[in-house]
């Protein structure tokens, strides 16, 4: 009998830990993935409430799991509980991927790279272009530092103003980009929002369930925005919906998520999982056509 037919003692585990978690479509790709090249691992989805990160911490050790992804809201507070963080993951201060050596916890994070190589296979060059960022928090960093090497001017709004100026400050003094934090009110949006090439959403606002939000007001969006909405549940948020009425082309979170999984599923397990099989399994799942 091969792996993929059934779980036994020696199967390894790979999760996502989050909270919360029901929204994640890690599991179906992972695990799609993981049968197509019959391995043996199951990939599973931990809801984690916040008081009990470190006793998580603790269970990854005892329970020798392999590999975790970590989601909303822990990839930043999880960092002071791990032994080894790279140098991008540190620049960015969050981190969305661990891997258990017998109880040493290593940890990267693939969100950068996942957005970047999202935007690049879409034909969307990020050069010189003036981008307005909306949310400061764990994705929010990771693209706010991986696009500050190239763009030419980024607004970041936050709906804390004191975190997004932080984080503008701290991508100043590294890349000396032109970049500014901002609260996240309509004055703002409706004037930063007519300076942008690009718009990008890394707020929660639009995820399901709250699918009928959005967090920008439609009548901000103008047809030379490039619209990219990071979230990918569902695949066509209201923001995305809004952009195409207004003749923006848009970008979905599916690339990302299916990018920055694949980054992490071969580190957990030296294999390369095909791509398009995992994004092919979400929209499956998802019930949508793209
Ligand atoms: N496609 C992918 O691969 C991928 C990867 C990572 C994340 N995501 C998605 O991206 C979203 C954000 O995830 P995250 O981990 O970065 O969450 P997070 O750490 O909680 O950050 C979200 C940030 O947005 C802020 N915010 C909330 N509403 C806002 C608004 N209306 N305007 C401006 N800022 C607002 C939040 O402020 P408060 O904390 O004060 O509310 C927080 O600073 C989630 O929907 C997640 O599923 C997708």
Redesign the pocket.
């Known amino acids: 009998m091969s792996a993929k037919d059934y779980i036994s003692a020696r199967t390894k585990v790979l999760c996502v830990m989050g909270y919360p978690i029901e ?1 994640s479509m890690s599991p179906t790709m992972h695990n799609a993935a993981i049968r197509a090249l019959n391995l043996n691992y199951v990939y599973l989805a931990f809801s984690i409430l916040p008081d009990n990160l470190k006793s998580a911490i603790d269970g990854i050790k005892a329970f020798d799991i392999k590999g975790i992804n970590i ?3 822990f ?1 930043q507070t999880i960092i002071k509980y791990l032994d080894e963080v790279d140098p991008v993951a540190q620049e960015i201060g969050a981190v ?1 991927t661990i891997k258990n050596n017998e109880g040493f916890l290593s940890s990267r994070n693939t ?1 950068a790279e ?1 957005a970047m190589k999202a935007l690049v296979d879409a034909g969307y060059k990020v050069s010189g272009k003036n981008i307005l960022l ?7 960093r990771a693209i706010a530092f991986i696009v500050a090497k190239e763009s030419n001017k980024i607004v970041l ?4 103003e004191k ?1 997004a100026e932080k984080l503008a400050n701290e991508i100043k003094r590294k890349y000396g980009t032109s970049i500014e934090g901002k609260n ?1 009110s309509h004055h703002v949006l409706k004037e930063e929002s007519k300076k942008a090439d690009i718009l990008i959403n ?4 639009g ?1 399901y369930p709250n699918i009928n939000k959005s ?1 920008i007001p439609s009548e901000f969006l103008h047809k030379d925005l490039f619209v990219f909405d ?3 549940n569902p695949l066509k948020t209201k923001l995305l919906k809004d952009a195409t009425e207004k003749g923006c082309t848009t970008l979905s ?1 599916l690339n ?2 299916v990018n ?1 999984g694949a980054l992490a599923f071969e580190w957990w397990t030296n294999k390369k999982p095909n791509i398009d099989l995992m994004k092919n399994k979400i929209i499956e799942v998802l019930g949508m056509v793209k």
Do not use: F
């Open positions: 929204h989601t909303i809201p990839k969305n969100d996942g909306l949310g400061a928090g764990g994705a929010g709004s936050d709906m804390d975190r996240n890394a707020t929660p606002i995820m967090p990071i979230i990918y979170g990302m998520l920055q």
